[in-house]
């Protein structure tokens, strides 16, 4: 599988409880001090699972629609992810999320002018209720955005396939 795009991937109802949640003034964030570890800034992240870890329980169920429509044999990682927005959209660098072959997921839960920028140059831009699947192990990056006020906001799932 080179990327798939699914538009509209959740119903409304889950999607406003997601939103609800992560977009909450409550909702606990944590600074990272650099986006890909090459001195680009920072972003807030909220580790929800890491290596058989459950960190966020209460907010791994509100996301759990998410989880239950991926074909996942095994989790490896999913945090939720906010780059504040930029007065220019910055490009971080290209990443990989684990180098060992495994799928991965970036929902939007926003609709902006930032996007996701794969291995081969394709663009996939941060429509909200997106669902972006391609192979983690892939180069990739990440942008800011300019024309939300409250900045770009996804979650990130890292798995091994069914």
Not at 3 to 11: G, M
Not at 53 to 58: I, K, R, T
Not at 62 to 82: E, G, M, T
Request: proline share 4%; aromatic share 14%.
């Amino acid at each position: 599988m080179k990327y798939q795009v699914k538009d509209n991937f959740l119903d409304e109802k889950t999607l406003s409880s997601i939103k609800e949640t992560i977009f909450s003034t409550n909702f606990p964030w944590y600074v990272v001090e650099s986006i890909t570890g090459k001195d680009e800034g920072c972003y807030l992240v909220h580790l929800l699972f890491k290596d058989s870890q459950l960190y966020s329980p209460e907010i791994f169920n509100v996301i759990s629609p998410i989880v239950q429509k991926l074909d996942i044999f095994a989790l490896r990682r999913i945090k939720a992810n906010y780059y504040p927005v930029t007065s220019n959209i910055i490009e971080h660098s290209y990443h990989i999320d684990y180098k060992t072959p495994h799928a991965a997921a970036i929902f939007y839960l926003n609709s902006n002018d930032g996007f996701t920028v794969l291995d081969d140059g394709t663009r996939i831009e941060s429509v909200e209720n997106r669902l972006l699947l391609f192979e983690g192990h892939k180069e990739h990056k990440s942008t800011t955005c300019t024309n939300d006020p409250i900045g770009r906001f996804n979650i990130n799932f890292n798995y091994i396939n069914t």
